[in-house]
């Protein structure tokens, strides 16, 4: 797949949210189609991830960027789901020259090797594979930042200010001047 991918033969990329579309040249079969489905996350997994990408800035800094922040598949983990594929069964692959018992066939590696490339220079295909694009995901986060910010705080309590201990001349206190 590595070497088909290299030679260029793997054309006609198309993302979509859960989808990846591509033609691939195969040198003694001709072109196939090739399709990668990847599992969506539903509304109520993405509203929770948002909320906890949402509490620190850091996430939407480093992905405007265009860096896939570290730590990022651990939030969304913590929320129950995955960013990047956890296994097979999140990814469905078909190849229309290759039968299914042979998956993933060599132009199925070779449409993942340059999905691969394609996420090291946009990581925002990722989101867009698991059900959101960049626009939904940071209109998103700053709405949400937003909101947190126009929470009225608690009200403030009270301070009076400390009062210093009364101290009596040190006359009065029967000690001596210093020399």
Request: net charge negative.
């Amino acid at each position: 797949g590595r070497s088909h991918a290299r030679r260029g033969r793997v054309q006609a990329v198309e993302v979509q949210v859960g989808r990846v579309m591509a033609q691939v040249q195969d040198r003694d079969l001709g072109a196939c189609d090739v399709e990668v489905l990847m599992t969506t996350h539903d509304d109520d997994a993405w509203n929770r991830v948002l909320d906890s990408l949402s509490g620190q800035a850091i996430y939407a800094a480093q992905l405007l960027a265009g860096d896939l922040p570290h730590s990022i598949d651990e939030r969304f983990q913590d929320e129950g789901v995955h960013l990047l594929p956890a296994g097979r069964y999140e990814m469905e692959v078909r190849c229309s020259l290759c039968a299914a018992w042979e998956q993933p066939c060599k132009h199925v590696c070779a449409v993942l090797f340059v999905i691969g490339q394609m996420l090291d220079e946009d990581p925002w295909l990722l989101f867009r594979l698991r059900g959101r694009d960049r626009q939904q995901v940071l209109q998103a986060m700053r709405q949400r930042r937003r909101e947190a910010d126009d929470t009225p705080s608690p009200p403030a309590t009270e301070q009076r200010p400390l009062a210093a201990p009364h101290l009596a001349p040190l006359q009065e206190a029967g000690a001596t001047a210093l020399p």
